[in-house]
C-alpha cells in the first residue's frame, strides 16, 4: 500500500519532536503529503465544575497561554517541515485528542 497522505499529532511534549522527525522522514521517503493536526485545549476542558459565562477580560488571561502554546507547537512544525520539499499543512482545532485524530485517520493513510 502506498503511503501518500500522512497525519502527525503535534502538541509541546518532548515526545513531539521525535515524532514529528520521524513523521518527516517518513513523508519524504514516500513522497507523500503531511499535515500536522494541533488539538487546543477549551476552556471547559479547564473548568473544575460548570460555572456562569466568563467575562472578556477574564476569558483572555485564560486562553492567552493556550494560544501561546498553539503558536509554538506551530513554529516547531514549519521549522521542521519548511526546507524539506514536502507538501505540508497545518491544523489545528479544539476539544478531544482522541477525536480529533480519530477523524484524521479516516481520511489518511497514516496518523502519528
Known amino acids: 500500500m502506498a503511503i501518500k497522505d500522512l497525519v502527525v499529532h ?17 513523508a519524504q521517503s514516500h513522497d507523500a503529503h503531511l499535515t500536522g493536526v494541533y488539538v487546543m485545549r477549551t476552556l ?16 483572555d488571561v485564560i486562553e ?3 494560544l501561546e502554546a498553539k503558536d509554538k507547537a506551530r513554529a516547531m512544525f514549519e521549522a521542521a517541515t519548511g526546507n ?10 479544539k476539544g478531544s485528542v ?3 485524530l480519530n477523524t484524521s485517520a479516516r481520511h489518511t493513510d497514516l496518523v502519528i
Open 84 to 93: 524539506t520539499g514536502l507538501v505540508a499543512e497545518w491544523q489545528d482545532t
Open 98 to 100: 482522541t477525536t480529533a
Open 10 to 26: 503535534i502538541d509541546n511534549s518532548q515526545a513531539c519532536e521525535k515524532r514529528l522527525r520521524a513523521a518527516v522522514l517518513l
Open 44 to 59: 471547559a476542558d479547564l473548568m473544575m465544575y460548570p460555572i456562569e459565562p466568563i467575562a472578556g477580560h477574564v476569558r
Open 64 to 66: 492567552k497561554p493556550l
